[in-house]
């Protein structure tokens, strides 16, 4: 059993190598980040517009608009799909997310509906998404696990060699890796601050060499299966409870376990007063009030963190803080 560390959620750590080759990595074309990725693709594609969720990063803006492509917006559906009516023209494309690695069953119905040359899978929040076949789709390890860089891209288009990289500028990435793994938890949120800051660019360069040596030592089955057991937990006791909890289908592995709540807002301040760190996607979005699926998703969410870096033990302390903080 593990045992329960000082804080819990937040920024990465120096990952041990331990494992093999992750699949991916022989099949998908590297990037220094997703957004990269991303706008290597569409710039192949000449495509001339895209069409992407009000809920979603705003650095998929930035790849979309660095590409020469407009932004087209549109409000999610049930089961955080797109919906099926969108007026799709030719040379636009539709980007899918896979959200925090739950929804690619929304993504199989958007192929089913649009095409496979027409839905690009934003799949960052989804390591383990499974690829579809002829659907360009977009991952972003370091959601995963602690790396200086990267993303990649599955596609069977011919994509042009990204320019290789500065390896120095991915050393310096790692710094707050290397603080998390020393116990510097807070003295290190500055540097992941940083490291962030310096990959907004979405010119097409290279996955580092680092990342890709510290990706294929990482023991992805242990990822995966402590991820599952981790929101099992979170689940289970949740829902019984009468919590909102989205369901674990049996192909996902999740980035984290999202609970739907009214109050999310002090409940995210008072985890985070007792270092149990939880994200906010995304801050300063615009979403319409019309989008509710999107501002249930912004506003009225709680994102648990359940990764693999913990065990029943640190998912029973989350447990017993969330709902105190709800009594």
């Not at 999610?76 to 929804?103: H, K, M, N, T, Y």
């Not at 192909?251 to 007063?273: F, K, M, W, Y």
């Amino acid at each position: 059993m593990i045992a329960p560390i000082d804080a819990i959620g937040g920024y990465f750590a120096i990952e041990s190598t331990k494992g093999s080759i992750f699949p991916l990595l022989t099949r998908a074309a590297r990037y220094r980040s997703a957004r990269s990725a991303l706008s290597a693709l569409l710039r192949h594609g000449k495509s001339r517009r895209v069409w992407i969720p009000h809920f979603v990063c705003d650095v998929v803006v930035a790849a979309v608009e660095s590409a020469g492509a407009s932004v087209c917006r549109y409000a999610l559906a049930d089961q955080w799909g797109p919906p099926s009516d969108l007026p799709i023209e030719c040379g636009d494309r539709l980007l899918c997310v896979d959200f925090f690695g739950l929804s690619r069953a929304s993504c199989l119905r958007a192929v089913e509906q649009y095409g496979t040359e027409v839905v690009v899978i934003d799949a960052s929040q989804a390591l383990f998404h499974e690829g579809i076949a002829g659907v360009d789709t977009i991952y972003s390890p370091r959601k995963f696990i602690g790396l200086p860089d990267g993303g990649l891209v599955l596609t069977q288009r011919d994509l042009p060699q990204p320019v290789h990289g500065n390896e120095l500028d991915s050393i310096d990435r790692a710094q707050h890796l290397l603080m998390r793994s020393a116990g510097l938890v807070g003295e290190g949120y500055k540097q992941f601050i940083e490291a962030e800051r310096s990959l907004e660019r979405c010119d097409p360069i290279s996955m580092s060499t680092l990342t890709f040596e510290m990706l294929s030592g990482v023991d992805f089955v242990s990822v995966a299966q402590a991820r599952r057991a981790n929101y099992r937990q979170l689940m289970d006791v949740l829902v019984s409870r009468g919590y909102q909890v989205p369901a674990l289908p049996d192909d996902a592995v999740p980035l984290c376990c999202p609970v739907i709540d009214a109050s999310a807002e002090p409940i995210r301040a008072g985890l985070i007063a007792q270092k149990i760190f939880v994200p906010l996607y995304w801050p300063g979005l615009d979403i319409p009030l019309t989008d509710n699926v999107g501002m249930a998703l912004h506003s009225r969410t709680v994102y648990l963190p359940c990764d693999q870096r913990y065990g029943a033990m640190d998912m029973s302390r989350v447990l017993d803080t969330f709902l105190a903080l709800r009594s």
